[in-house]
């Protein structure tokens, strides 16, 4: 039956017809009937009664096109008797009545639940159309398939999939989660109701009717975890994803290639110390014995405070050195009023914060101290009231341990990034909890599929083999 479908498909393309099927399946014996006629055949057809007409007008009545197509199904086999004779003009002006082949609204809801951008959507379903050497084409109606026409696919496709309310929609995303192979909840509270799944801390908070919170981590984010997790653990928040306010909290690892890889997510309408205490609880209760060095941070100590209360203590804290200096910017911009004094103290911080010599670093700083408090005061005050009382947390010249060569969260900042820019195009404020959960779902797939985290193993002979090669190459281009 799928090859009379195609060859049905492409019999309405080239007479620019539209066979809709009578009725439904009649089932007589191993036999089964399929009836299809032209789409100017009505023979019951009765007058409107409303004087709202559709712009693009409505199929004449008086045509009772006789065109027909009977079809046998039996044990596999198809058989048909077509009647191909219309008695009206066939032409391309025939397709503003007719709908999208199935196998075109196909394709456009797969390329939706991809993420495709509407634009290459229209450009793919459309393919060659237009080109200077492809102008003498067969007009179809695909080929005219506006970005509008894409939007109402999107709009169905998400209402038909979730529920309407939101909240029930992401119960029924958790309930899906939760009754895979492997559980990825690590804790679920939903607003106006105790903890479901998880730790209890949030139940007992003052905000507990108003507080929402989510953690997920996969199976393979927990390996990740466990086996990467002594380097260093970076932590940072962002905004921006859902039309509620609520946060979304990420914990990345630096993996074996040196790379960002998320190992867990907290979706939170709150980041205060409690909250957060409760959220890494959950975490712990997953994985106990967890072996953690060093954290890293935004410009914020409670983020801190938490992760070390319950995974600590005395765990190393370093701070991006990234939002360390565009919060020094920030000073400089509404505490310096000279433009050429900012450059000037924007150098010197820049040197100051780089300073890998700790005897370098500590005349640099004195004499940045002594010098700018004669030329701004209110900086140098802001200065020392909170950065010069701890200068372990961003000096380069006292992180001399091993904490992953990494001195900025941008692990974190860009998967918050490719998560806004590319999954929700910029959209996501608009957009409920639930586009959130499928859009980090197919980020973590695509995470998952990224050609960076498939392990390569070869044998000894060929890795000796390679050695060799690139041993024989280098003397030849050294001979050269």
Known sequence: MANFQIWLEAESSSTFTFFRKLNGNLVRGNKIFHYYSCQFYNPYYQSRSTLCFRNKGVIPASLNCPVKINVCEEKGLVSATYYPIHNHHTGFHNTKYQRFKDSTRNLIKSYLLLSFPIVQIQNLIRGNVGFRGHRSFVPSKEAFISRRSIRTYYRRLQNSVHPENDALSVMCNVERLKAEEYNPILLFKPQNSKTLYGPPGLDALLNSDKSFALGIQTETQKEMLIKHSYKIICIDSTHGTNRYGFYLLSIHIQDEYGQGYPVAHFICNYLDYDTLVTLFNSLKCRISNLEVHNVMTDDDN???????????????????????????????????????????????????????????????????????????????????????????????????????????????????????????????????????????????????????????????????????IVVFISVIMHIR
């Open 302 to 468: 409670v983020c801190y405070t938490a992760f070390n209360s319950v995974f600590g203590p005395n765990l190393n804290h370093l701070l991006c050195k990234w939002h360390v200096f565009r919060a020094w910017n920030r000073q400089l911009a509404c505490k310096v009023h000279s433009n050429d004094l900012r450059n000037i103290l924007r150098k010197k911080l820049k040197k100051i914060l780089n300073e890998k010599c700790h005897s370098n670093f500590k005349t640099l700083i004195s004499e940045f101290i002594n010098d700018t408090s004669v030329k701004t005061h209110t900086f140098i005050q802001y200065f020392l009231d909170n950065y010069y009382n701890r200068l372990e947390l961003w000096a380069a010249c006292l992180r001399q341990f091993p904490h992953g060569f990494t001195d900025t969260n941008n692990y974190c900042e860009t998967f918050h990034n490719q998560l806004k820019s590319v999954y929700f195009q910029r959209n996501a404020p608009n957009d409920a909890v639930r586009v959130l959960l499928q859009k980090w779902c197919l980020l973590l797939k695509d995470k998952s599929n990224s050609s960076s985290h498939w392990q390569i193993t070869f044998p000894n002979h060929c890795l000796q083999k390679m050695i060799l």
